[in-house]
């Protein structure tokens, strides 16, 4: 399985509402290449039906009708995981709309839109420069007013393009189908997709809210709102809402409770809570011993937060003797040392975790004060000059951040807050927050 | 393919549900005219036109549904505020709905001995309110209670006898009192600090108190909420440090909008901080500015508390400053007229973490019995009260997580707070007294519990708040604490002042069996020895306490010394007074309160050279 691939059936994955379903396991490898072998054939006698279909000329059917047909069948290629498969479907899909003469506006924008959505999965996510379908559908592109288009249409396109990893264009087509009230809520489904991949997550929040006040005995939607939860800033009101959707969750009675739990402690012990936190925690702990042990840092953090320092430093030890780049056990270990004045410890210790985490203010901190008591001035000064350089940057993102909220499209806004991530370092978050620009 | 049918399905089914397809009806879809995205619920921030509709709820304590429990035998506390005289009542002016930043302060309580005649009197700050708008803070008279306790050590009386000294007039909105004897005249004096500057106000021997503010050029028009004497050149006076709070006016049509999406009193961060004072005494009744020279140098700092002792062990009597929202301050005395700020570097500016908290009340003890000057400082809600643990050189530990106390105090907002022996073991525990400062705000109640932590052998603390008496069975919106031992028995007393709720006394019911009482008096030191050091080594520990300047929240403790005498033996006294002499004091009856004279102990070689050395 190619990488495209994957990526392509985590993003359908991730856009399908959930039902109790659970999917199928996968199967022994040849037996799926056998499948896709008898497939192949199939599809390709689809195709050949399917074309001549569409070119019978006896057969009467009106432009919507064709219309319709090209949907269906794009629909099915978007749900075939083999990437070649998929293209092999849409080829057609892109010659019947050739064929088809508009009959209004709607529909000009709307072939030319499903064009470029057939085009898409043919040209697939390698975006070949000089590829003659990329050049044919950016040129298409070019002629379509997405205002114009069917809902339906536009849905299908943004999700196509933000499959394909184009999020700049799907970003322009949800934009404009969030605007309309036909289609609005599996617009914000997919949206909260876009949003999540471009890391705007305030924006993701505030979809997923909707959705779960449309729909509020609907698991999926109370499922999105905690992925982006978990995504989030780690802000106290972004945590505490966490809490009350784990909580949420854990009344549908959903599977892999436990998992769930184990994020609520995680989340209680954000907001000081290390009560609520080790009654949750002990529930687990008597049903599923399985499920503490894969996370062993948590039961250490529940110990540290209880006071129980030897407890959890020695679970972090452990840790790290299994896993030495466990930047969770070593920073816990860290914390330790640090409040039993170890201070030689203290620094080899916290050292090590800035090697992965330098833009991290409290490992500075840290720092700044245990070369201070090991009398070390001159590194206490720049370990504690650091850590004010990212407190202050910090701070001017969460100021930032503030804004953006009020004024979520601002792409000014969001170059600032990338670049207040460029100045600490954090690449990553700098991408996210970057306006994409292909 | 076939795996990701049912999903596919469901996006379908999903894809027709959505666009209001096969009949479905959409039982809350938004209409064109609503906005679809759910309101962000933001923290404060100004919205002129927000609706008057839309207030706080003001607090009154009808919405404590708590009752007090009654009073059980092992009970620490019992407040006789009623059956002592006290009524004061101190009042922020919340009635009027104009949702003011000071309405979140609250006031503080001096208890000191004004006539000398052996117990201690209390004065409370009054508070205050709002003219008419265009909005001007109005100042509400303090009370000053006289302590009539009998001779014998008797039951406690207060009488009000605030318009006989001289105490009724008040200028301006009133937060907190500080009392040092600036004149040396054996008399304390009182320092009166709110919106708008500072009274002080010179003790005429006992009888009364008469208003020095301009005489003696203690002209600050700031928003003044804390005052520390301590004598920070060791030339035998005491000097002043004034904490003050932030830039700020009323303002009828400033609305602020909580996280609950009310108009609430306004965050702090809103307003920028102010600068402090620091006034050295010219010995000749008048005061002098030198903040700037001095190197007081973080301005905008928002201060709260301050306390003043030698967190160096140099000689030289240090500023702890604790900020609301923004760090907090050390100032380190080098004892050549420069202070220099050390906070950052002394792991005291910011939380254990590094994040910066919005701190409220100190109070300095040693909590570990290694005979250096800790710090306890309350914090915001969600920010734990502060422990630093000293190493004896002024560098710091945040010590919440090695003593039990982290996270006990995180879901209150901590305004009052001190180091006292409550049990008499030789360790010092400790109180804080907690209430929110906003009305209606997501992170808590406007009414909180205190609490009270018992000292487990200087490793761990305990919270026993649930065997402190009923006052702390409910919560309150409490502010200033101020300790000491008002009947004389030997047990710390409490006077906690809450906000538009009586005043409590909580009269100690466990007091020490065994005690000594000091009250030290400085000859060549400041009379009141303010950053006196004492050290009582018995056969179990060494005991260490402070005379320190300012303390707890906008309030005064008691100068004087109350020491478990637990040694039946003769143990003597160690003091270490501000001029930098070492002496000795021996053969101290139990149950009385000595006087300790500079230059009466038996001498030892001085730590510390003499000023100028």
């Known amino acids: 399985m190619n990488l495209s691939k994957v990526k392509a059936k985590k993003k359908n994955q991730q856009l399908a509402p959930q039902g109790n379903e659970t999917p199928a396991t996968n199967g022994p490898r040849e037996v799926s290449a056998t499948r896709g072998a008898i497939l192949i054939v199939l599809i390709s006698v689809v195709i050949a039906l399917g074309i001549s279909w569409w070119q019978d000329p006896t057969t009467e059917v009106d432009a919507d009708q064709l219309l319709n047909r090209v949907r269906s069948a794009l629909l099915s290629a978007l749900d075939e995981p083999d990437a070649a498969l998929r293209r092999q479907l849409s080829f057609p899909a892109n010659n019947a709309l050739l064929e088809i003469e508009p009959t209004n ?32 559908m950016m040129e298409l592109m070019l002629q379509i007013d997405f205002r114009q288009c069917f809902p339906e249409d536009l849905l299908m396109a943004a999700r196509v393009f933000y499959m394909a990893g184009r999020l700049s264009r799907s970003d322009e087509m949800i934009a404009t189908a969030l605007m309309r009230e036909e289609g609005r809520y599996e617009a914000l489904n997919i949206a909260v997709q876009i949003r999540i991949a471009q890391g705007r997550l305030d924006e993701a929040l505030a979809y997923t809210g909707e959705l779960c006040e449309w729909q509020p005995t609907n698991p999926y939607w109370w499922q999105l709102r905690a992925s982006v939860l978990a995504q989030s800033d780690g802000k106290i009101q972004t945590v505490k809402e966490s809490i009350r959707v784990t909580r949420k969750l854990l009344e549908f009675n959903i599977p892999n409770s436990f998992a769930l739990r184990m994020r609520l402690v995680d989340d209680l012990l954000k907001t000081d809570n290390p009560t609520e936190a080790r009654t949750e925690f002990d529930l687990v702990k008597g049903k599923s011993l399985e499920t503490v042990s894969m996370q062993p840092m948590l039961e250490a953090k529940l110990l540290y937060f209880e006071g129980n320092m030897p407890a959890a430093q020695e679970i972090a030890e452990k840790v790290l003797a299994r896993d030495s780049t466990s930047v969770g056990a ?27 985490h330098e833009s991290n ?51 000014t806004l969001r170059e600032q807050v990338a670049d207040q991530y460029l100045r600490i370092g954090n690449l990553e978050a700098a991408r996210r927050w970057r306006p994409a620009t292909e | 393919m076939l795996r990701q049918t049912p999903l596919f399905l469901l996006f379908l089914c999903s894809l027709i549900l959505s666009t209001g397809g096969c009949g479905t009806t959409d039982p809350v879809a938004p209409s064109p005219t609503t906005s679809p995205h759910p309101v962000e619920v933001k923290s404060t921030e100004t919205a002129p036109s927000q609706s008057v509709n839309n207030n706080a709820l003001l607090p009154s304590l009808e919405m404590v549904k708590e009752t007090p429990r009654e009073l059980q035998d092992g009970d620490l506390f019992e407040n006789v505020a009623e059956q002592v005289g006290v009524d004061f009542v101190y009042q922020n002016g919340l009635e009027a709905a104009h949702y003011q930043l000071i309405e979140t302060l609250g006031g503080g309580a001096a208890l000191f001995d004004f006539d000398q005649d052996g117990d201690l009197d209390i004065f409370v700050s009054g508070g205050g309110g709002f003219s008419d708008p265009p909005l001007v803070t109005l100042g509400k008279p303090g009370v000053f209670y006289r302590n009539d306790l009998d001779a014998d050590g008797g039951a406690m009386h207060f009488v009000d006898v605030t318009s006989e000294v001289g105490l009724a007039a008040a200028p301006f909105y009133s937060h907190g009192c500080a009392v040092g004897d600036y004149d040396a005249d054996g008399f304390p004096d009182l320092l009166v600090a709110g919106h708008g500057g500072c009274q002080l106000f010179r003790n005429e021997a006992g009888k009364c108190f008469t208003d020095r503010t301009a005489a003696a050029g203690l002209i600050m028009p700031s928003w003044c909420v804390a005052g520390a004497f301590a004598d920070i050149d060791r030339d035998g006076d005491l000097d002043l440090y004034v904490a003050t709070y932030a830039t700020w006016q009323p303002d009828a049509t400033r609305q602020c909008i909580s996280d609950r999406g009310k108009r609430d009193v306004c965050a702090p961060a809103q307003f920028a901080g102010a600068r402090d004072y620091l006034w050295e005494n010219c010995g000749d009744g008048t005061f002098q500015d030198i903040t700037d020279g001095a190197g007081i140098t973080l301005d905008g700092n928002r201060g709260l508390g301050v306390v003043a002792v030698d967190f160096d062990s140099n000689g030289w009597v240090d500023f702890f400053v604790a900020n609301d929202v923004q760090p907090n301050a050390l100032y380190s005395n080098h004892g050549d007229g420069r202070f220099e700020s050390t906070g950052l570097v002394a792991g005291v500016a910011f939380s254990a973490t590094g994040k910066m908290e919005g701190s409220m009340g100190v109070d300095v003890g040693d909590f570990n019995g290694d005979g250096a000057p800790d710090i306890h400082y309350t914090n915001y809600t ?46 010092e525990d400790l109180i804080a007294i907690n209430g929110h400062a906003g009305y209606e705000y997501q992170d808590g109640p406007y009414f909180q519990p205190s609490q009270i932590f018992r000292n487990q052998q200087g490793k761990q603390f305990k919270e026993i708040t649930a065997r402190a008496g009923p006052y702390f069975s409910v919560p309150h919106a409490g502010r200033g604490l101020a300790i000491g031992d008002l009947d004389n028995d030997g047990g710390v007393d409490l006077v906690v002042v809450n906000q538009n709720e009586p005043v409590a006394v909580l009269r100690n019911r466990q007091p020490y069996e065994h005690w000594v009482r000091l009250r030290l008096r400085g000859t060549q030191s400041n009379r009141d020895a303010v950053g006196a050091k004492i050290t009582l080594v018995n056969e179990k520990q060494t005991l260490t306490r402070w005379i320190r300047g300012g303390g707890g929240y906008a309030s005064h403790f008691d100068f004087r010394v109350l020491l478990p005498w637990n040694d039946s033996r003769e143990s003597e006294i160690e003091v270490h007074w501000p001029s930098g002499g070492i002496e000795w004091f021996g053969n101290l009856a139990p149950k009385v309160t000595h006087e300790l004279v500079e230059g009466q102990g038996k001498e030892k070689e001085s730590a510390v050279g003499a000023p100028g050395e």
């Open chain 1, 361 to 411: 203010p409290e490992v500075h901190y840290l720092l700044g004060q245990a070369y201070a008591r090991h009398g070390e001035d001159d590194k206490s000064q720049q370990h504690l000059e650091r850590h004010q350089t990212l407190t202050d940057a910090k701070a001017q993102i969460e100021a930032l951040l503030k804004l953006v909220r009020e004024h979520p499209y601002d792409a």
């Open chain 1, 330 to 356: 070593r920073l816990l270990k860290g914390r330790v040392e640090h409040a039993n004045g170890q201070w030689e410890s203290a620094i080899e210790t916290l050292q090590l975790v800035l090697k992965s």
């Open chain 1, 105 to 136: 506006a709607v529909s000009r924008h709307s072939i030319r839109l499903l064009r470029c959505v057939a085009l898409a999965i043919i040209v697939g996510e390698e975006e070949e420069t000089g590829n003659i379908y990329e050049t044919e």
């Open chain 2, 382 to 427: 969600l920010q734990d009260n502060s422990l630093a643990q000293n190493d004896g050189r002024g560098g710091f530990t945040q010590a919440n997580s090695v003593t039990n106390l982290f996270h006990k105090s995180t879901p209150w907002v901590g305004w009052g707070t001190a180091f006292l022996d409550l049990d008499g073991d030789g360790w």
